[in-house]
């Protein structure tokens, strides 16, 4: 079964730093891309970050410069690493696979249950 | 900005059809990046329902659909049934941005 979960939420405070995981299983990480997207509490959907199989990565310009994605194709799982984090930071946080078929992808399945990061003093 | 807008709310009575639209721009939709859909209830992991503008995920039933056209999208839903209820999302790639975008999300109430 193809599936991912995430690891490493918790509560931090501000300007502190905490690192996600993500394992996946039933597909390997270094074939694909992976992406990380986050939901604040009450808000919608929000895309942080992806990592293509090159390791070229990009980042939602809000959070460029703090946070960094990371891919260990040994140990089948990515990460994100997120410094100087902010109130505004707090959020469940969702590991998700990249989806392609032919010349075509852009879309995310399947996704993790989410980890939530709290950050507060 | 880059931003997908959908209608905060859309509601139907069960067996009815409802659609929910999500208006982008010419860096997103537009440009011509495929469009996707999600539904999520909260506390669970989002679920794809649409894929490439208009193709379904194996497991998905066909009272799902979706279109595009120019800078927007929309998802129909038929045969409204009590377990559609959820927030939908959807999502595209923004080329201002070098990065996805998510739409602004919609709450599908079952009335």
């Known amino acids: 079964e193809v599936q991912v979960v995430e690891s490493g939420g918790g509560l931090i405070q501000p300007g502190g730093s905490l690192r996600l995981s993500c394992a996946a299983s039933g597909f390997d990480v270094s074939d694909t891309y992976m992406t990380w997207v986050r939901q604040p509490p009450g808000k919608g959907l929000e895309w942080v970050s992806v990592v293509y199989s090159g390791r070229t990565s990009y980042y939602a310009p809000s959070l460029k410069g703090r946070f960094t994605i990371s891919r260990d194709n040994s140990r089948n799982m990515v990460f994100l690493e997120m410094n100087s984090l902010r109130a505004e930071d707090t959020a469940v946080y969702f590991c998700a696979r990249g989806g392609s078929s032919g010349s075509k992808l852009g879309w995310f399945d399947p996704w993790g249950p989410g980890a939530l990061v709290t950050v507060s003093a | 900005q880059s931003v997908l807008t959908q209608p905060p709310s859309a509601s139907g009575a069960p067996g009815q059809r409802v659609t929910i639209s999500c208006t982008g721009s010419?860096?997103?939709?537009?440009?011509?990046?495929?469009v996707q859909w999600y539904r999520h209830l909260p506390g669970t992991a989002p679920k794809l329902v649409i894929y490439a503008n208009t193709n379904r995920p194996s497991g998905v039933p066909d009272r799902f659909s979706a279109s595009k056209s120019g800078t927007s999208a929309s998802l129909a839903i038929t045969g409204l049934q009590a377990e559609d209820e959820a927030d939908y999302y959807c999502?595209?790639?923004?080329?201002?941005?070098?990065?996805?975008?998510f739409g602004t999300g919609t709450r599908v109430t079952v009335l």
């Open positions: 999502q595209s790639y923004d080329s201002s941005l070098s990065g996805y975008l």
């Open positions: 010419n860096s997103n939709i537009g440009a011509g990046y495929d």
